[in-house]
Nanobody, 123 residues
Framework: QVHLVESGGGLVQAGDSLRLSCAAS????????MAWFRQGSDNEREFVAA???????DYGGSVLGRFTISRDIAKNTVYLRMNSLKPEDTANYYC?????????????????WGQGTQVTVSS
């Protein structure tokens, strides 16, 4: 059974940085893809970033150049480094994974989800 556990959220000021972590269990890192989505006050779950087992990455337009996704295969953990945070980055951030290695921006391509970690950016 696959479990994803996010951590690292919190309250920060605009311009600050945060690093989110997502620890995976029950997932084979050499054939999986992991991603971050976020859900803000509009209740829409937005694609943020994804990384596959070949370390190929993709980013949503609103975070490109500010956020970096990476993974530690040995720890089966994915990270999201968030720099130059803005109030509009405020959201609950969810980690997602699939066991197919598919790098996708679509929620439907990810079968496993964490519980989320809240990020709040004050102006």
């Amino acid at each position: 059974q696959v479990h994803l556990v996010e951590s690292g959220g919190g309250l920060v000021q605009a311009g600050d940085s945060l690093r989110l972590s997502c620890a995976a269990s029950g997932l084979t890192p050499s054939s999986s893809s992991m991603a971050w989505f976020r859900q803000g006050s509009d209740n829409e779950r937005e694609f943020v970033a994804a990384i596959n087992w070949r370390d190929m990455t993709d980013y949503g337009g609103s975070v490109l150049g500010r956020f970096t996704i990476s993974r530690d295969i040995a720890k089966n953990t994915v990270y999201l480094r968030m720099n130059s945070l803005k109030p509009e980055d405020t959201a609950n951030y969810y980690c997602a994974a699939n066991a197919l290695g598919v790098l996708s921006r679509s929620r439907s391509e990810y079968f496993y989800w964490g519980q989320g970690t809240q990020v709040t950016v004050s102006s």
